[in-house]
């Protein structure tokens, strides 16, 4: 599918931010979104030139501004709020800040402002409590990864969005307009993100489908991501909050978006508008969580890199081990007994390797994903299908409260 004209902007952008840090390896950056040198040099210059409006193809419209008097910052101002209905003042003047105005009111006077021209609610649910916040140390440490609640569309069918967040830049990866939530619509979306911004150490997600089964066994699109080099880490159950930040996400989402929309027409209309969102909120937006910076500010490309094609899992096994194949109900044979290891590695290797006396781990590729103990199968009649001992924990403890 070709890059619609708002997913070719935040390309280019994403790319000269990033080309623009101090240590960047130009070439390797190139690799990663799928263009040439000189493209990427082209693109360079351009921005270097004429700043963001060089990135396109025919705007070449002028930034600068002439010295505003109060009453024209005063009009400014009114007219930001109208473009952002739901900002503060303090978003408002970083806002216009890093649009390059100057001689801006404190925040105190702008919130005087709106409230004379009426632009001035509370949200629903505000209580205006503080929280703990947690985040990774660095970027591509833990991506968090959701379904947005679907929209109806006008033109029949629902639009299911799918969103992707860093944990430590808030970088929305990711914000796209999905027919149905299943894994054969994510994989192929998954893996145009990660060969744009390479691969994360792990993504958190919820016990839903696709990621999840809601029972504790892993699924197809989890083995598919082991297989890729990515830990799949799960919320705990009932506990939407684990995912913080997504959920943060999809507030501002709806507020600034979703919720101003009378009609959504159909998918092509819901990603127009989602794909211009998305540049806002990752370059102009002000992020209260990074002091008034923007997620771009923060956020770099991983140095991990998309395969062209998943490792297969007996190349992580060392030569001589027990390796069994998985069948097609996704049980194996150790020791004359059924184990179970979950219809997702069905026709796929697993290794056991030995803990103690009667006690091997079971691991597929190099993720550890349950444990046979012979002395709880003991005394089982025959044609038994044991389930492996416990499948581990593999929710994200640190997430926030």
Known sequence: MPWQTCDVMQLKRDFVELALREGTCFRKLCRSFGISPPTGYKWLSRYRDEGVEGLAEQSRARHSQPRKTSGTIEKLIVEARHAHPVWGA??????????????????????????????????????????????????????????????????????????????????NLLLDACGAESGAI??????????????????????????????????????????????????????????????????????ELLSRTTAWRDLAHCQVRFGEWREIY?????????????????????????PGHPREAQSWYEPGEEVRTVKSKGEITFMNIFWMVGRAFAGEKVVMRPLAEKRWEVVYCWKRIGEIDLNAAA???????????????????????
């Open 90 to 171: 303090r978003k408002l003047r970083r806002w216009l800040e890093n649009k390059g105005h100057r001689d801006l009111p404190q925040p105190s006077t702008i919130t005087d402002i709106l409230r004379r021209h009426g632009l001035l609610s509370v949200l629903p649910g505000a209580s205006g409590q503080g929280w703990r916040r947690f985040e990774r140390s660095r970027s591509n440490e833990l991506w968090q990864m959701d379904f947005k609640g679907w929209i109806p569309l006008s033109r029949g069918g629902r639009c299911h969005p799918l969103t992707i967040l860093d944990d430590h830049s808030r970088f």
């Open 186 to 255: 994510v994989k192929p979306k998954l893996e145009k993100v990660f060969r744009a911004y390479g691969l994360p150490d792990a993504i958190l997600c919820d016990n839903g489908k696709p990621w999840g089964s809601g029972f504790g066994s892993f699924t197809a699109f989890e083995a598919w991501l082991l297989r890729v080099g990515v830990e799949v880490l799960h919320g705990r159950p009932y506990h939407p909050q684990t995912q913080g930040k997504e959920e943060r996400f999809h507030r501002t989402l709806n507020q």
């Open 282 to 306: 990752n370059h102009e937006r002000p992020h209260d969580a990074l002091e008034g910076n923007v997620p771009a500010s923060r956020h770099e490309v991983s140095s991990r890199e998309m």
């Open 379 to 401: 005394n089982k009649p025959k044609g038994w299908y044991e389930p492996l001992k416990s499948r581990f924990d593999r929710s994200e403890k640190d997430a926030e409260p």
